[in-house]
Protein backbone atom coordinates (compact mmCIF):
# COMPACT_ATOMS: atom_id res chain seq x y z
CA UNK A 1 0.00 0.00 0.00
CA UNK A 2 1.47 3.55 -0.90
CA UNK A 3 0.26 6.50 1.21
CA UNK A 4 1.45 9.73 0.02
CA UNK A 5 2.56 12.42 2.49
CA UNK A 6 2.58 15.93 2.16
CA UNK A 7 5.93 17.23 2.76
CA UNK A 8 5.61 21.43 2.95
CA UNK A 9 2.68 21.70 5.52
CA UNK A 10 2.99 22.34 9.65
CA UNK A 11 4.96 23.76 11.45
CA UNK A 12 8.21 21.26 11.36
CA UNK A 13 8.07 20.54 7.63
CA UNK A 14 9.96 19.31 5.77
CA UNK A 15 12.45 18.00 8.15
CA UNK A 16 10.35 16.31 10.64
CA UNK A 17 7.56 15.42 8.42
CA UNK A 18 10.49 13.33 5.78
CA UNK A 19 12.03 11.77 9.03
CA UNK A 20 8.25 10.27 10.46
CA UNK A 21 7.36 9.30 6.78
CA UNK A 22 11.10 7.20 6.85
CA UNK A 23 10.36 6.00 9.95
CA UNK A 24 6.90 4.45 9.24
CA UNK A 25 7.92 3.18 5.97
CA UNK A 26 10.42 1.01 8.23
CA UNK A 27 8.14 0.31 10.92
CA UNK A 28 4.90 -0.68 8.78
CA UNK A 29 3.97 -2.19 5.67
CA UNK A 30 3.81 0.77 3.62
CA UNK A 31 5.27 2.50 0.56
CA UNK A 32 6.08 6.12 1.22
CA UNK A 33 5.07 9.37 -1.82
CA UNK A 34 6.97 12.10 -0.59
CA UNK A 35 4.65 15.28 -1.82
CA UNK A 36 6.81 18.53 -1.95
CA UNK A 37 9.90 20.71 -3.68
CA UNK A 38 11.73 17.98 -5.22
CA UNK A 39 15.62 18.97 -4.43
CA UNK A 40 14.92 19.38 -0.76
CA UNK A 41 13.07 15.90 -0.68
CA UNK A 42 16.06 13.83 -2.82
CA UNK A 43 18.48 15.60 -0.44
CA UNK A 44 16.64 14.76 2.55
CA UNK A 45 15.22 11.04 1.63
CA UNK A 46 17.09 10.38 -1.45
CA UNK A 47 19.49 7.54 -0.10
CA UNK A 48 16.21 5.81 1.26
CA UNK A 49 14.53 6.02 -1.68
CA UNK A 50 15.31 2.29 -3.43
CA UNK A 51 15.88 0.79 0.05
CA UNK A 52 12.38 1.38 1.64
CA UNK A 53 10.83 1.98 -1.73
CA UNK A 54 9.97 6.15 -1.21
CA UNK A 55 9.12 8.02 -4.29
CA UNK A 56 9.21 11.48 -4.76
CA UNK A 57 6.80 13.42 -6.20
CA UNK A 58 7.49 16.87 -6.92
CA UNK A 59 5.01 19.91 -6.15
CA UNK A 60 6.37 23.58 -6.52
CA UNK A 61 3.62 25.64 -4.33
CA UNK A 62 2.78 25.99 -0.66
CA UNK A 63 0.03 26.52 0.79
CA UNK A 64 1.15 28.32 3.91
CA UNK A 65 -1.75 28.14 7.03
CA UNK A 66 -2.96 31.45 6.98
CA UNK A 67 -4.01 31.45 3.71
CA UNK A 68 -7.96 31.27 3.24
CA UNK A 69 -8.40 27.82 2.04
CA UNK A 70 -10.57 28.25 -1.30
CA UNK A 71 -8.56 30.89 -2.74
CA UNK A 72 -5.65 28.99 -1.85
CA UNK A 73 -6.75 25.57 -3.55
CA UNK A 74 -7.63 27.02 -6.49
CA UNK A 75 -4.95 29.30 -7.73
CA UNK A 76 -2.11 26.81 -6.28
CA UNK A 77 -2.61 23.83 -8.62
CA UNK A 78 0.92 22.92 -8.19
CA UNK A 79 0.75 22.93 -3.91
CA UNK A 80 1.68 19.88 -2.10
CA UNK A 81 -1.90 19.57 -0.82
CA UNK A 82 -3.51 19.40 -4.14
CA UNK A 83 -0.82 17.57 -5.54
CA UNK A 84 -1.13 14.99 -3.33
CA UNK A 85 -5.04 14.99 -2.93
CA UNK A 86 -4.95 14.39 -6.79
CA UNK A 87 -2.31 10.95 -5.92
CA UNK A 88 -5.44 9.94 -4.11
CA UNK A 89 -7.73 10.89 -7.00
CA UNK A 90 -5.69 9.19 -9.73
CA UNK A 91 -5.27 5.90 -7.51
CA UNK A 92 -1.57 6.22 -7.51
CA UNK A 93 -1.75 6.51 -3.55
CA UNK A 94 -4.43 4.15 -1.27
CA UNK A 95 -4.10 7.62 1.17
CA UNK A 96 -2.98 10.97 1.53
CA UNK A 97 -1.58 12.77 4.91
CA UNK A 98 -0.68 16.19 5.41
CA UNK A 99 -0.28 18.28 8.82
CA UNK A 100 -0.55 21.40 6.79
CA UNK A 101 -3.67 24.39 6.56
CA UNK A 102 -6.70 22.14 7.69
CA UNK A 103 -9.20 23.67 5.20
CA UNK A 104 -7.09 23.77 2.25
CA UNK A 105 -6.63 20.39 3.04
CA UNK A 106 -10.64 19.50 3.70
CA UNK A 107 -11.41 21.88 0.43
CA UNK A 108 -8.71 20.44 -2.08
CA UNK A 109 -10.07 16.76 -0.74
CA UNK A 110 -13.81 17.93 -0.73
CA UNK A 111 -13.38 19.19 -4.75
CA UNK A 112 -10.90 16.58 -6.08
CA UNK A 113 -12.61 13.27 -4.65
CA UNK A 114 -15.58 14.28 -3.41
CA UNK A 115 -18.44 13.47 -0.93
CA UNK A 116 -19.48 10.08 -0.70
CA UNK A 117 -22.71 9.24 -1.52
CA UNK A 118 -25.70 10.11 0.68
CA UNK A 119 -23.14 12.15 2.65
CA UNK A 120 -24.59 16.21 2.68
CA UNK A 121 -21.48 17.58 4.73
CA UNK A 122 -18.46 15.85 5.14
CA UNK A 123 -16.46 16.67 8.46
CA UNK A 124 -13.68 17.12 10.51
CA UNK A 125 -13.67 13.90 13.31
CA UNK A 126 -10.46 15.27 15.89
CA UNK A 127 -8.99 12.30 18.40
CA UNK A 128 -8.97 13.95 21.84
CA UNK A 129 -7.93 11.62 24.49
CA UNK A 130 -7.80 13.50 27.73
CA UNK A 131 -7.91 10.67 30.75
CA UNK A 132 -6.23 7.72 28.70
CA UNK A 133 -9.33 5.26 28.46
CA UNK A 134 -9.77 5.65 25.26
CA UNK A 135 -10.35 7.62 21.97
CA UNK A 136 -12.78 9.97 22.19
CA UNK A 137 -13.80 11.60 18.44
CA UNK A 138 -14.96 15.48 18.55
CA UNK A 139 -16.82 15.57 15.41
CA UNK A 140 -17.05 18.36 13.46
CA UNK A 141 -14.00 20.01 14.92
CA UNK A 142 -14.35 22.94 12.57
CA UNK A 143 -15.36 22.30 8.82
CA UNK A 144 -18.66 23.23 8.79
CA UNK A 145 -19.40 26.61 10.74
CA UNK A 146 -22.93 26.60 10.21
CA UNK A 147 -24.84 23.56 10.44
CA UNK A 148 -28.15 22.52 10.28
CA UNK A 149 -29.83 19.35 12.70
CA UNK A 150 -29.75 16.71 9.92
CA UNK A 151 -25.94 17.58 9.40
CA UNK A 152 -25.21 17.56 12.48
CA UNK A 153 -27.15 13.96 13.06
CA UNK A 154 -24.83 12.43 10.09
CA UNK A 155 -21.72 13.95 12.24
CA UNK A 156 -22.82 11.38 14.70
CA UNK A 157 -23.05 8.53 12.07
CA UNK A 158 -19.63 9.47 10.47
CA UNK A 159 -18.31 9.66 14.03
CA UNK A 160 -19.67 6.06 15.06
CA UNK A 161 -18.57 4.05 11.68
CA UNK A 162 -15.19 5.71 12.17
CA UNK A 163 -14.98 4.60 15.88
CA UNK A 164 -15.99 0.81 15.17
CA UNK A 165 -14.20 0.24 11.88
CA UNK A 166 -11.05 2.13 13.07
CA UNK A 167 -10.56 1.51 16.78
CA UNK A 168 -12.95 -1.37 17.03
CA UNK A 169 -15.18 -0.04 19.32
CA UNK A 170 -18.43 -2.36 19.31
CA UNK A 171 -21.29 0.51 19.70
CA UNK A 172 -19.38 3.83 20.10
CA UNK A 173 -21.66 5.72 22.51
CA UNK A 174 -22.86 9.25 20.89
CA UNK A 175 -23.19 12.44 22.92
CA UNK A 176 -24.94 15.60 21.84
CA UNK A 177 -22.34 18.68 23.24
CA UNK A 178 -24.86 20.97 25.16
CA UNK A 179 -25.06 23.39 27.52
CA UNK A 180 -27.20 21.21 29.81
CA UNK A 181 -28.63 17.96 29.73
CA UNK A 182 -32.01 17.95 30.19
CA UNK A 183 -33.60 17.04 26.96
CA UNK A 184 -35.23 20.67 26.23
CA UNK A 185 -31.34 22.52 27.03
CA UNK A 186 -29.47 24.18 24.22
CA UNK A 187 -29.76 26.61 21.21
CA UNK A 188 -32.21 25.86 18.53
CA UNK A 189 -29.51 23.43 16.37
CA UNK A 190 -29.12 21.10 19.38
CA UNK A 191 -32.79 20.69 20.19
CA UNK A 192 -33.45 19.66 17.41
CA UNK A 193 -30.68 17.74 16.68
CA UNK A 194 -31.66 16.03 19.68
CA UNK A 195 -34.60 14.62 18.50
CA UNK A 196 -33.04 13.33 15.32
CA UNK A 197 -30.43 11.93 17.37
CA UNK A 198 -33.16 10.10 19.82
CA UNK A 199 -34.93 8.66 16.74
CA UNK A 200 -31.37 7.19 15.68
CA UNK A 201 -30.26 3.89 15.34
CA UNK A 202 -27.01 4.88 17.32
CA UNK A 203 -25.79 4.65 20.82
CA UNK A 204 -26.90 7.60 21.69
CA UNK A 205 -26.38 8.52 25.24
CA UNK A 206 -28.27 12.09 25.44
CA UNK A 207 -26.75 15.35 26.17
CA UNK A 208 -23.05 15.83 27.34
CA UNK A 209 -21.56 19.18 28.89
CA UNK A 210 -18.60 20.74 28.57
CA UNK A 211 -17.15 19.09 31.82
CA UNK A 212 -17.93 15.51 30.15
CA UNK A 213 -15.44 15.94 27.42
CA UNK A 214 -12.44 15.57 29.71
CA UNK A 215 -14.76 12.46 31.71
CA UNK A 216 -15.24 9.99 28.90
CA UNK A 217 -18.57 9.96 29.09
CA UNK A 218 -18.96 9.71 25.37
CA UNK A 219 -17.05 8.08 22.83
CA UNK A 220 -18.20 10.01 19.93
CA UNK A 221 -18.98 14.16 20.56
CA UNK A 222 -21.28 15.57 18.22
CA UNK A 223 -21.45 19.57 17.50
CA UNK A 224 -21.25 22.02 14.57
CA UNK A 225 -17.97 22.94 13.39
CA UNK A 226 -17.82 26.15 15.11
CA UNK A 227 -18.45 25.02 18.34
CA UNK A 228 -15.91 21.94 18.01
CA UNK A 229 -13.18 23.92 16.90
CA UNK A 230 -13.51 26.35 19.80
CA UNK A 231 -13.70 23.75 21.69
CA UNK A 232 -10.99 21.50 20.52
CA UNK A 233 -8.15 24.62 20.70
CA UNK A 234 -9.60 25.72 24.21
CA UNK A 235 -8.30 21.91 25.31
CA UNK A 236 -4.97 22.35 23.41
CA UNK A 237 -4.23 25.87 24.60
CA UNK A 238 -5.16 25.02 28.16
CA UNK A 239 -3.15 22.02 27.89
CA UNK A 240 0.47 23.48 26.71
CA UNK A 241 -0.11 26.26 29.07
CA UNK A 242 -0.59 23.73 32.25
CA UNK A 243 2.06 21.31 30.61
CA UNK A 244 4.40 24.32 30.03
CA UNK A 245 3.79 25.69 33.96
CA UNK A 246 4.44 22.03 35.22
CA UNK A 247 7.72 22.12 33.33
CA UNK A 248 9.06 24.60 35.05
CA UNK A 249 7.62 24.10 38.53
CA UNK A 250 9.32 20.83 38.24
CA UNK A 251 12.52 22.07 36.99
CA UNK A 252 12.49 24.76 40.30
CA UNK A 253 11.60 21.74 42.52
CA UNK A 254 14.19 19.08 41.47
CA UNK A 255 16.77 21.52 41.79
CA UNK A 256 16.04 22.88 45.37
CA UNK A 257 15.90 19.42 46.45
CA UNK A 258 17.76 17.56 44.20
CA UNK A 259 15.77 15.20 42.97
CA UNK A 260 16.03 13.51 39.11
CA UNK A 261 13.80 15.96 37.45
CA UNK A 262 12.97 12.54 35.44
CA UNK A 263 11.08 10.59 38.44
CA UNK A 264 9.56 13.87 39.17
CA UNK A 265 8.00 14.21 35.72
CA UNK A 266 7.45 10.28 35.70
CA UNK A 267 5.60 9.96 38.97
CA UNK A 268 3.33 13.29 38.16
CA UNK A 269 1.97 11.58 35.57
CA UNK A 270 3.58 15.01 33.46
CA UNK A 271 5.20 12.15 30.79
CA UNK A 272 1.75 10.59 30.07
CA UNK A 273 -0.07 13.67 29.87
CA UNK A 274 2.37 14.92 27.48
CA UNK A 275 2.37 12.02 25.38
CA UNK A 276 -1.63 12.02 25.78
CA UNK A 277 -2.48 16.00 25.31
CA UNK A 278 0.63 16.96 23.48
CA UNK A 279 0.03 17.22 19.69
CA UNK A 280 3.11 15.43 18.96
CA UNK A 281 1.80 11.91 19.81
CA UNK A 282 -1.47 12.79 19.05
CA UNK A 283 -1.56 10.98 15.58
CA UNK A 284 -3.94 13.09 13.44
CA UNK A 285 -7.54 13.67 12.62
CA UNK A 286 -10.02 12.09 9.88
CA UNK A 287 -11.96 13.93 7.20
CA UNK A 288 -15.31 11.97 7.02
CA UNK A 289 -17.58 11.76 4.43
CA UNK A 290 -14.58 12.20 1.82
CA UNK A 291 -14.64 9.82 -0.99
CA UNK A 292 -11.20 8.92 -0.38
CA UNK A 293 -9.02 8.64 2.69
CA UNK A 294 -7.17 11.79 3.83
CA UNK A 295 -5.85 12.30 6.58
CA UNK A 296 -5.15 15.67 8.39
CA UNK A 297 -2.38 15.67 11.16
CA UNK A 298 -1.77 18.46 13.36
CA UNK A 299 0.24 20.86 12.38
CA UNK A 300 2.71 20.99 15.29
CA UNK A 301 3.53 17.65 14.07
CA UNK A 302 7.07 16.24 14.99
CA UNK A 303 8.41 12.76 13.35
CA UNK A 304 6.51 10.13 15.52
CA UNK A 305 3.02 11.92 15.24
CA UNK A 306 3.21 11.88 11.34
CA UNK A 307 4.59 8.10 11.96
CA UNK A 308 1.56 7.90 13.99
CA UNK A 309 -0.92 9.61 11.10
CA UNK A 310 0.31 7.37 8.05
CA UNK A 311 -0.36 4.35 10.42
CA UNK A 312 -3.93 5.76 11.14
CA UNK A 313 -3.96 6.27 7.07
CA UNK A 314 -2.91 2.78 6.66
CA UNK A 315 -5.85 1.25 8.83
CA UNK A 316 -8.50 4.14 7.28
CA UNK A 317 -7.61 2.76 3.96
CA UNK A 318 -6.87 -1.07 4.74
CA UNK A 319 -10.54 -1.19 6.48
CA UNK A 320 -13.01 0.20 3.26
CA UNK A 321 -13.92 2.94 5.46
CA UNK A 322 -15.28 5.06 2.43
CA UNK A 323 -16.98 1.86 1.86
CA UNK A 324 -18.43 0.99 4.56
CA UNK A 325 -19.87 4.83 5.27
CA UNK A 326 -21.28 5.03 2.04
CA UNK A 327 -23.37 1.32 2.65
CA UNK A 328 -24.63 2.30 6.27
CA UNK A 329 -25.95 5.87 4.23
CA UNK A 330 -27.87 3.97 2.34
CA UNK A 331 -29.21 1.89 5.02
CA UNK B 1 -25.26 48.80 52.42
CA UNK B 2 -27.25 45.54 52.94
CA UNK B 3 -26.87 42.47 50.89
CA UNK B 4 -29.39 39.30 50.69
CA UNK B 5 -27.85 35.55 50.40
CA UNK B 6 -29.33 32.85 49.57
CA UNK B 7 -28.58 30.06 52.27
CA UNK B 8 -30.13 27.51 50.13
CA UNK B 9 -28.67 27.17 46.80
CA UNK B 10 -25.25 25.41 45.92
CA UNK B 11 -23.83 22.46 46.64
CA UNK B 12 -22.44 23.37 50.22
CA UNK B 13 -25.61 25.09 50.89
CA UNK B 14 -26.67 26.24 54.21
CA UNK B 15 -23.58 25.62 56.05
CA UNK B 16 -20.90 27.14 53.86
CA UNK B 17 -22.96 30.26 52.56
CA UNK B 18 -23.55 31.22 56.12
CA UNK B 19 -20.17 30.75 56.83
CA UNK B 20 -19.06 32.86 54.16
CA UNK B 21 -21.63 35.50 55.04
CA UNK B 22 -20.30 36.12 58.57
CA UNK B 23 -17.44 36.18 57.67
CA UNK B 24 -17.89 38.71 54.80
CA UNK B 25 -20.15 40.74 57.62
CA UNK B 26 -17.01 41.17 59.55
CA UNK B 27 -14.73 41.80 57.10
CA UNK B 28 -16.13 44.23 54.53
CA UNK B 29 -18.70 47.29 55.94
CA UNK B 30 -21.96 45.05 55.17
CA UNK B 31 -24.44 43.99 56.57
CA UNK B 32 -26.27 40.83 55.82
CA UNK B 33 -29.49 38.89 55.39
CA UNK B 34 -29.58 35.71 54.83
CA UNK B 35 -32.63 33.97 52.79
CA UNK B 36 -33.80 30.58 53.87
CA UNK B 37 -35.62 28.22 56.14
CA UNK B 38 -35.60 29.98 59.48
CA UNK B 39 -35.29 27.38 61.74
CA UNK B 40 -31.99 26.72 60.24
CA UNK B 41 -30.37 29.84 59.86
CA UNK B 42 -31.66 30.64 63.40
CA UNK B 43 -29.30 27.94 64.34
CA UNK B 44 -26.42 28.59 62.61
CA UNK B 45 -26.32 32.42 62.65
CA UNK B 46 -29.03 33.51 65.33
CA UNK B 47 -25.55 34.32 67.52
CA UNK B 48 -24.15 36.89 65.18
CA UNK B 49 -27.24 38.78 64.33
CA UNK B 50 -27.26 41.60 67.00
CA UNK B 51 -23.56 42.35 67.00
CA UNK B 52 -23.28 41.51 63.17
CA UNK B 53 -26.17 43.10 61.72
CA UNK B 54 -27.93 39.70 60.65
CA UNK B 55 -31.33 39.34 59.39
CA UNK B 56 -32.78 36.63 58.61
CA UNK B 57 -35.45 36.19 56.07
CA UNK B 58 -37.86 32.95 56.03
CA UNK B 59 -38.14 30.73 52.15
CA UNK B 60 -39.61 27.56 52.93
CA UNK B 61 -38.90 26.44 49.52
CA UNK B 62 -35.84 25.20 47.56
CA UNK B 63 -35.22 24.85 43.94
CA UNK B 64 -32.95 22.69 43.02
CA UNK B 65 -30.20 22.83 40.35
CA UNK B 66 -31.95 20.42 37.72
CA UNK B 67 -35.32 22.06 37.75
CA UNK B 68 -36.44 23.58 34.85
CA UNK B 69 -35.93 27.28 35.60
CA UNK B 70 -38.89 29.03 33.82
CA UNK B 71 -41.05 26.45 35.93
CA UNK B 72 -39.37 26.48 38.93
CA UNK B 73 -39.50 30.16 39.55
CA UNK B 74 -43.09 30.21 38.40
CA UNK B 75 -44.58 27.71 41.30
CA UNK B 76 -42.01 28.41 43.97
CA UNK B 77 -43.02 32.17 44.99
CA UNK B 78 -41.76 31.30 48.45
CA UNK B 79 -37.83 29.89 47.03
CA UNK B 80 -34.99 31.49 48.06
CA UNK B 81 -34.37 32.59 44.84
CA UNK B 82 -37.73 34.49 44.12
CA UNK B 83 -37.42 35.75 47.46
CA UNK B 84 -33.73 37.14 47.02
CA UNK B 85 -34.64 38.98 44.21
CA UNK B 86 -37.72 40.73 46.06
CA UNK B 87 -36.07 41.88 48.32
CA UNK B 88 -33.61 43.62 45.68
CA UNK B 89 -36.67 44.74 44.20
CA UNK B 90 -38.41 46.15 46.97
CA UNK B 91 -35.24 48.04 48.09
CA UNK B 92 -34.67 45.61 51.30
CA UNK B 93 -31.63 44.47 50.02
CA UNK B 94 -29.05 46.83 47.51
CA UNK B 95 -27.53 43.39 45.73
CA UNK B 96 -28.41 39.54 45.55
CA UNK B 97 -26.06 37.26 45.42
CA UNK B 98 -26.52 32.82 45.30
CA UNK B 99 -24.99 30.19 44.25
CA UNK B 100 -28.26 28.28 43.32
CA UNK B 101 -29.38 27.20 40.19
CA UNK B 102 -28.26 29.46 37.44
CA UNK B 103 -30.94 29.58 35.33
CA UNK B 104 -33.92 30.06 37.91
CA UNK B 105 -31.57 33.43 39.25
CA UNK B 106 -31.41 34.45 35.96
CA UNK B 107 -34.68 34.30 34.97
CA UNK B 108 -36.22 35.48 38.67
CA UNK B 109 -34.28 38.68 38.44
CA UNK B 110 -35.41 38.91 34.66
CA UNK B 111 -38.74 38.31 35.77
CA UNK B 112 -39.01 40.47 39.21
CA UNK B 113 -36.16 43.33 38.26
CA UNK B 114 -36.57 43.89 34.58
CA UNK B 115 -34.13 44.53 31.93
CA UNK B 116 -32.10 48.21 32.32
CA UNK B 117 -33.49 50.54 29.35
CA UNK B 118 -31.48 50.10 26.17
CA UNK B 119 -30.77 46.04 26.40
CA UNK B 120 -32.07 43.42 24.71
CA UNK B 121 -30.62 40.44 26.12
CA UNK B 122 -29.42 40.26 29.84
CA UNK B 123 -26.34 38.18 29.58
CA UNK B 124 -24.31 36.07 32.04
CA UNK B 125 -20.53 37.36 32.60
CA UNK B 126 -18.01 34.39 34.12
CA UNK B 127 -15.08 35.57 35.04
CA UNK B 128 -11.98 33.12 34.20
CA UNK B 129 -8.86 33.60 34.92
CA UNK B 130 -6.11 31.47 33.97
CA UNK B 131 -2.78 32.42 34.20
CA UNK B 132 -3.32 35.29 36.99
CA UNK B 133 -2.77 38.08 34.80
CA UNK B 134 -6.19 39.53 35.26
CA UNK B 135 -9.84 39.53 35.09
CA UNK B 136 -11.01 37.88 31.43
CA UNK B 137 -14.45 38.46 31.35
CA UNK B 138 -16.36 35.43 29.36
CA UNK B 139 -19.76 36.78 28.29
CA UNK B 140 -22.45 35.71 27.52
CA UNK B 141 -21.44 32.43 29.44
CA UNK B 142 -24.83 30.93 29.21
CA UNK B 143 -28.15 32.98 29.68
CA UNK B 144 -28.97 33.66 25.98
CA UNK B 145 -28.66 30.09 23.24
CA UNK B 146 -29.78 31.31 20.43
CA UNK B 147 -28.30 34.86 19.29
CA UNK B 148 -28.15 37.67 16.94
CA UNK B 149 -25.31 39.73 15.63
CA UNK B 150 -26.95 42.69 17.73
CA UNK B 151 -26.94 40.89 21.11
CA UNK B 152 -23.66 39.78 20.98
CA UNK B 153 -22.46 43.50 20.33
CA UNK B 154 -24.62 44.10 23.38
CA UNK B 155 -22.68 41.95 25.01
CA UNK B 156 -19.19 43.52 24.61
CA UNK B 157 -20.70 46.44 25.34
CA UNK B 158 -21.70 45.11 28.84
CA UNK B 159 -18.48 43.31 29.48
CA UNK B 160 -16.41 46.26 28.98
CA UNK B 161 -18.39 48.71 31.20
CA UNK B 162 -18.83 45.90 33.63
CA UNK B 163 -14.65 45.25 33.80
CA UNK B 164 -13.99 49.08 34.03
CA UNK B 165 -16.62 49.50 36.62
CA UNK B 166 -15.50 47.19 38.83
CA UNK B 167 -12.08 46.39 37.90
CA UNK B 168 -10.69 49.82 37.05
CA UNK B 169 -9.96 48.46 33.49
CA UNK B 170 -9.50 51.44 31.69
CA UNK B 171 -9.80 50.26 28.13
CA UNK B 172 -10.94 46.59 27.94
CA UNK B 173 -9.45 44.63 24.60
CA UNK B 174 -13.13 43.06 23.48
CA UNK B 175 -12.16 39.42 21.13
CA UNK B 176 -14.76 37.60 19.36
CA UNK B 177 -14.63 34.05 20.19
CA UNK B 178 -14.23 32.29 16.87
CA UNK B 179 -12.80 29.65 14.83
CA UNK B 180 -10.53 31.53 13.17
CA UNK B 181 -8.66 34.66 13.36
CA UNK B 182 -9.47 35.67 9.70
CA UNK B 183 -12.20 38.72 9.76
CA UNK B 184 -14.44 36.48 7.50
CA UNK B 185 -14.30 33.24 9.54
CA UNK B 186 -16.78 32.10 11.71
CA UNK B 187 -20.38 31.33 11.66
CA UNK B 188 -23.22 34.09 10.15
CA UNK B 189 -23.70 35.08 13.67
CA UNK B 190 -19.84 35.50 14.27
CA UNK B 191 -19.59 37.27 10.85
CA UNK B 192 -21.68 39.70 11.38
CA UNK B 193 -20.98 40.39 14.59
CA UNK B 194 -17.19 41.13 13.67
CA UNK B 195 -18.15 43.54 11.45
CA UNK B 196 -20.76 45.40 14.79
CA UNK B 197 -17.66 45.09 16.69
CA UNK B 198 -15.52 46.59 14.14
CA UNK B 199 -18.13 50.23 13.91
CA UNK B 200 -18.00 49.89 17.73
CA UNK B 201 -16.59 52.50 20.03
CA UNK B 202 -15.07 49.25 21.84
CA UNK B 203 -11.73 48.39 21.67
CA UNK B 204 -12.37 45.56 19.19
CA UNK B 205 -8.70 43.61 18.84
CA UNK B 206 -10.67 41.06 16.55
CA UNK B 207 -11.05 37.19 16.67
CA UNK B 208 -9.78 35.06 18.85
CA UNK B 209 -9.82 31.27 18.97
CA UNK B 210 -9.91 28.82 21.81
CA UNK B 211 -5.92 28.80 22.74
CA UNK B 212 -6.18 32.56 23.29
CA UNK B 213 -8.70 31.99 26.28
CA UNK B 214 -6.03 31.25 28.48
CA UNK B 215 -3.22 33.16 26.55
CA UNK B 216 -4.62 36.31 28.81
CA UNK B 217 -5.28 37.93 24.86
CA UNK B 218 -8.30 39.43 25.54
CA UNK B 219 -10.63 40.67 28.61
CA UNK B 220 -14.02 40.89 27.51
CA UNK B 221 -14.32 37.35 25.21
CA UNK B 222 -17.46 38.04 23.60
CA UNK B 223 -19.69 34.43 22.40
CA UNK B 224 -23.18 33.53 22.27
CA UNK B 225 -24.23 31.68 25.46
CA UNK B 226 -24.51 28.13 24.16
CA UNK B 227 -20.44 28.42 23.10
CA UNK B 228 -19.71 30.29 25.91
CA UNK B 229 -21.56 27.92 28.24
CA UNK B 230 -20.00 24.69 26.80
CA UNK B 231 -16.51 26.53 26.78
CA UNK B 232 -16.78 27.42 30.53
CA UNK B 233 -17.59 23.93 31.45
CA UNK B 234 -14.91 22.52 29.22
CA UNK B 235 -12.09 24.42 31.07
CA UNK B 236 -13.92 23.72 34.44
CA UNK B 237 -13.54 20.09 33.81
CA UNK B 238 -10.22 20.07 32.17
CA UNK B 239 -8.60 21.90 35.21
CA UNK B 240 -10.64 19.97 38.28
CA UNK B 241 -9.21 16.90 35.99
CA UNK B 242 -5.47 17.86 36.39
CA UNK B 243 -5.68 18.89 39.73
CA UNK B 244 -7.30 15.16 41.13
CA UNK B 245 -4.21 13.76 38.97
CA UNK B 246 -1.80 16.10 39.98
CA UNK B 247 -2.47 15.93 43.17
CA UNK B 248 -2.35 11.91 43.30
CA UNK B 249 0.74 12.10 41.19
CA UNK B 250 2.68 14.49 44.38
CA UNK B 251 1.06 12.78 46.86
CA UNK B 252 2.85 9.03 45.18
CA UNK B 253 6.10 11.18 44.60
CA UNK B 254 5.82 12.73 47.56
CA UNK B 255 5.87 9.73 49.69
CA UNK B 256 8.43 7.58 47.16
CA UNK B 257 11.05 10.23 48.58
CA UNK B 258 9.73 11.29 51.57
CA UNK B 259 9.30 14.98 51.03
CA UNK B 260 6.63 17.33 52.28
CA UNK B 261 3.82 17.71 49.71
CA UNK B 262 3.26 20.72 50.88
CA UNK B 263 6.47 21.63 49.13
CA UNK B 264 6.02 20.11 46.33
CA UNK B 265 2.62 21.31 46.00
CA UNK B 266 3.88 24.56 46.28
CA UNK B 267 6.80 24.66 44.23
CA UNK B 268 5.14 22.95 41.46
CA UNK B 269 1.82 25.85 41.57
CA UNK B 270 -0.77 23.11 42.43
CA UNK B 271 -1.59 25.78 45.13
CA UNK B 272 -1.79 28.61 43.27
CA UNK B 273 -3.88 26.75 40.51
CA UNK B 274 -6.09 25.52 43.09
CA UNK B 275 -6.92 28.93 44.01
CA UNK B 276 -7.29 30.43 40.87
CA UNK B 277 -8.90 27.37 39.20
CA UNK B 278 -11.29 25.45 41.37
CA UNK B 279 -14.40 27.29 42.02
CA UNK B 280 -14.39 27.61 45.46
CA UNK B 281 -11.65 30.60 44.88
CA UNK B 282 -13.15 32.25 42.32
CA UNK B 283 -15.33 34.71 43.48
CA UNK B 284 -18.72 34.75 41.26
CA UNK B 285 -20.31 35.39 38.15
CA UNK B 286 -22.30 38.35 37.12
CA UNK B 287 -26.18 38.91 35.43
CA UNK B 288 -25.37 41.59 33.08
CA UNK B 289 -27.91 44.04 31.70
CA UNK B 290 -30.25 43.20 35.06
CA UNK B 291 -31.77 46.46 36.49
CA UNK B 292 -30.34 45.07 39.89
CA UNK B 293 -27.33 43.61 41.52
CA UNK B 294 -27.76 39.88 40.93
CA UNK B 295 -24.55 37.88 41.61
CA UNK B 296 -24.45 34.46 40.70
CA UNK B 297 -21.88 32.41 43.15
CA UNK B 298 -20.29 29.35 41.57
CA UNK B 299 -22.23 25.86 42.67
CA UNK B 300 -19.47 24.72 44.31
CA UNK B 301 -18.58 27.62 46.55
CA UNK B 302 -17.39 26.81 49.85
CA UNK B 303 -17.22 30.16 52.59
CA UNK B 304 -14.41 31.80 50.35
CA UNK B 305 -16.12 32.01 47.60
CA UNK B 306 -19.50 32.85 49.28
CA UNK B 307 -17.50 35.53 50.96
CA UNK B 308 -16.06 36.68 47.54
CA UNK B 309 -19.19 36.74 45.90
CA UNK B 310 -20.60 38.93 48.47
CA UNK B 311 -17.57 41.66 48.43
CA UNK B 312 -18.41 41.47 44.22
CA UNK B 313 -22.02 41.72 45.25
CA UNK B 314 -20.84 44.99 47.12
CA UNK B 315 -18.73 46.67 44.88
CA UNK B 316 -20.88 46.13 42.02
CA UNK B 317 -23.84 48.24 44.12
CA UNK B 318 -21.42 51.03 44.97
CA UNK B 319 -20.05 51.57 42.28
CA UNK B 320 -24.24 52.20 40.25
CA UNK B 321 -22.97 49.52 37.85
CA UNK B 322 -26.71 49.34 36.46
CA UNK B 323 -26.98 53.46 36.04
CA UNK B 324 -23.49 52.98 34.35
CA UNK B 325 -24.87 50.57 31.65
CA UNK B 326 -28.13 52.68 31.23
CA UNK B 327 -26.47 55.73 30.44
CA UNK B 328 -24.13 54.22 27.97
CA UNK B 329 -26.81 52.14 26.10
CA UNK B 330 -28.56 55.57 25.60
CA UNK B 331 -25.38 56.94 24.05
Not at 29 to 58: C, F, S, W
Not at 303 to 319: D, G, M, P
Request: with cysteine.
Amino acid sequence: MRIAVDTSGGEYAPHEIVKGAIKAAREYEVEITLVGKKEILYVLAGRHMGQLGINIVDASQVIGDEESAVEAVRSKPDSSIVVGTNLVKEGEASAFVSAGNTGALFYSALATLGKIDGIDRPAIGALINIDGSGPVLLVDAGANADCRPNHLAQFARLGSTYLREIFALDSPRVGLLNNGVEEKRGNRLAQETHQLLKESKLNFIGNIEGQDISGGKADVIVTDGFTGNIVLKTIEGLSSHWLYSLTQGGQLFSKAYRLPLRALNRDLGVDSWTKRLDYREAGGACLLGINGNVIKAHGRSRANAVKNAIELAKKTAERGLSQKIKEESNE
